[in-house]
């Protein structure tokens, strides 16, 4: 991998109640979750969190998840994955950062998060709790692993929107 694409990767996993935020090491290599932000429609909190995560741990690209069916067509849940995304790179360029956000396919990765999960013997009410930082852990790792493989950062870059409703 070149060096011009050493750096933290974060991962989000965008829900309707939650979101779920993971991180890569530096040299993008393993995802490890980092917390699960409550959605703030009306606001942004969660999107101003994301916004300082990057600045704080200097990231240099953000993988949105967008969900699709499995034969790959698109609902109201990736019409809402990518109006997200915009606005997030939208509160980036606002605040002065020239970091990308990209968005990826994260087909069956809140499964295999709760598979993970159960596996770890985590119980299922307290699965509700992590499952999204979990699901954003999976559509990170995906997002790095082809990253290694192409040389070149996945998924689609995102323009910003400005927010409908912040």
């Given amino acids: 991998m070149p060096d011009e694409r050493r750096g933290v990767r974060l991962g989000v996993d965008v829900g309707a109640v939650r979101v779920g935020l993971a991180a890569s090491d530096p040299h993008g290599i393993l995802a490890t979750p980092v917390e699960t932000l409550r959605r ?16 704080e741990r200097e990231a240099i690209g953000v993988y949105v998840g967008l969900p699709r069916s499995l034969s790959g067509a698109e609902g109201r849940a990736a019409g809402l994955a990518r109006e997200y995304a915009g606005q997030l790179a939208a509160r980036l360029r606002a605040a002065g950062s020239s970091v990308p956000v990209r968005l990826v396919d994260e087909r069956l990765s809140t499964v295999a998060a709760h598979r993970s999960l159960r596996d770890a013997g985590v119980a299922g009410r307290k699965q509700r709790a992590v499952v999204d930082q979990a699901a954003a852990v999976v559509l990170l790792q995906a997002a790095l692993d082809a990253e290694r493989t192409a040389g070149a950062a996945a998924g689609e870059q995102v323009d910003p929107v400005p927010s409908s409703g912040a």
């Fill in 40 to 55: 703030d429609v009306s606001a942004g909190s969660d999107l101003d969190r994301i916004v300082r995560e990057v600045g």
